[in-house]
């Protein structure tokens, strides 16, 4: 679901297209970073004029290409994680902008599968499932009876099955049943932050081993528009020296966005991997900055 109002088609990108073309966008200056390209070349490149992609990217993000280049770029983190004020393993910090009209945390009220229903890996549970748009491509909605269960990314509609099937094989057992009419609310919940508020919390169900659960209550804690490290995290849980095992526990997070998995990053700073790729895992935390 797109958060921002229709705008005829005549005029620019319809909004459906909307991050096809930030993606392109996300990946040329992360590309030429260094470079600092002009939206004016960039547009060029693209084959677009230069007002019609300043109005898609400031319309589907919320800021200008270049205030969201500031935003996320992996020197800007790593510049804010290494200042001499802001120990490297202690703080979280502020990736985005911020100032008084900082929007409320997405409140997300969450409860864990038992240990035994873990390890029937999905057994007795029915899955039901849609594909549907959303402000960073194609999502995959995946929902039980209990809530939100998973949240994934198709890059278009031909990645579809592949995205279904890396997400059906998490929870082998289970019975899966499309129904976008029961997955619906959940995307709506998800990306409308007019639909962020405790009073009627998102209902989410971890369906993980113990230690990735652990992890993944740990992501809930990071407010939006800030980042910790994989070594906060580890901290978080008890477990200090468990880095790596936290980092491979946050690359299994099934519930993306929701389970702000984009907010953790390698010690230096470096945006480090994401399951459904670095490109999205920027677009997210610009989109974040910009709604900050």
Same mark, same amino acid.
């Given at each position: 679901?797109?958060? $921002?109002?229709?705008? *005829?088609?005549? #005029?620019?990108? *319809?909004?459906?297209? #909307?991050y096809a073309v930030v993606k392109q966008v996300i990946e040329r200056i992360t590309l030429d970073y260094r470079d600092q390209p002009s939206l004016e070349r960039?547009?060029?490149d693209l084959d677009?004029?230069?007002?019609?992609?300043?109005?898609? $990217?400031?319309? !589907?993000?919320? &800021?200008s290409p270049k205030a969201f280049l500031q935003a996320v770029t992996l020197d800007h983190a790593k510049r804010l994680l290494g200042h001499e004020q802001l120990p490297l393993l202690e703080a979280s910090y502020e990736v985005g902008l911020s100032g008084p009209g900082r929007l409320h945390d997405l409140f997300?009220?969450?409860?864990?599968?038992?240990?035994?229903? !873990?390890?029937?890996?999905?057994? =007795?549970?029915?899955?039901?499932?849609?594909f549907h748009p959303s402000p960073f491509g194609l999502a995959l909605v995946m929902a039980t009876d209990r809530g939100l269960a998973g949240l994934a990314f198709a890059d278009d509609e031909g990645g579809k099955a592949a995205c279904f099937e890396d997400m059906a094989k998490r929870w082998p057992n289970a019975v899966y049943v499309e129904d976008q009419a029961a997955t619906a609310p959940y995307i709506a919940r998800a990306f409308d932050p007019s639909c962020w508020c405790a009073e009627e919390p998102l209902r989410v169900v971890l369906i993980g081993s113990d230690f990735q659960v652990r992890v993944w209550q740990s992501l809930l804690k990071i407010p939006f528009g800030k980042a910790v490290t994989y070594s906060d995290v580890a901290r978080d849980i008890g477990q200090p020296t468990a880095s790596r095992?936290?980092?491979?526990?946050? =690359?299994?997070?099934?519930?993306?966005?929701?389970? *702000?998995?984009?907010?953790? &990053? =390698?010690?230096? =700073?470096?945006?480090?991997?994401?399951? !459904?790729? &670095?490109?999205?895992?920027? +677009?997210?935390?610009? !989109?974040? +900055?910009?709604?900050?």
């Amino acid at each position: 679901m797109n958060a $921002f109002s229709p705008i *005829p088609a005549t #005029d620019i990108t *319809p909004e459906g297209e #909307d991050y096809a073309v930030v993606k392109q966008v996300i990946e040329r200056i992360t590309l030429d970073y260094r470079d600092q390209p002009s939206l004016e070349r960039i547009a060029a490149d693209l084959d677009r004029s230069p007002t019609q992609l300043q109005k898609v $990217f400031t319309r !589907w993000a919320g &800021l200008s290409p270049k205030a969201f280049l500031q935003a996320v770029t992996l020197d800007h983190a790593k510049r804010l994680l290494g200042h001499e004020q802001l120990p490297l393993l202690e703080a979280s910090y502020e990736v985005g902008l911020s100032g008084p009209g900082r929007l409320h945390d997405l409140f997300v009220t969450h409860e864990a599968m038992s240990p035994g229903e !873990w390890k029937a890996k999905g057994g =007795g549970l029915t899955i039901s499932y849609g594909f549907h748009p959303s402000p960073f491509g194609l999502a995959l909605v995946m929902a039980t009876d209990r809530g939100l269960a998973g949240l994934a990314f198709a890059d278009d509609e031909g990645g579809k099955a592949a995205c279904f099937e890396d997400m059906a094989k998490r929870w082998p057992n289970a019975v899966y049943v499309e129904d976008q009419a029961a997955t619906a609310p959940y995307i709506a919940r998800a990306f409308d932050p007019s639909c962020w508020c405790a009073e009627e919390p998102l209902r989410v169900v971890l369906i993980g081993s113990d230690f990735q659960v652990r992890v993944w209550q740990s992501l809930l804690k990071i407010p939006f528009g800030k980042a910790v490290t994989y070594s906060d995290v580890a901290r978080d849980i008890g477990q200090p020296t468990a880095s790596r095992a936290v980092g491979a526990a946050i =690359g299994r997070n099934p519930i993306s966005f929701v389970v *702000p998995c984009h907010r953790a &990053l =390698g010690k230096s =700073g470096a945006l480090t991997g994401y399951h !459904w790729g &670095l490109t999205r895992k920027r +677009a997210i935390l610009g !989109w974040e +900055a910009g709604k900050a």
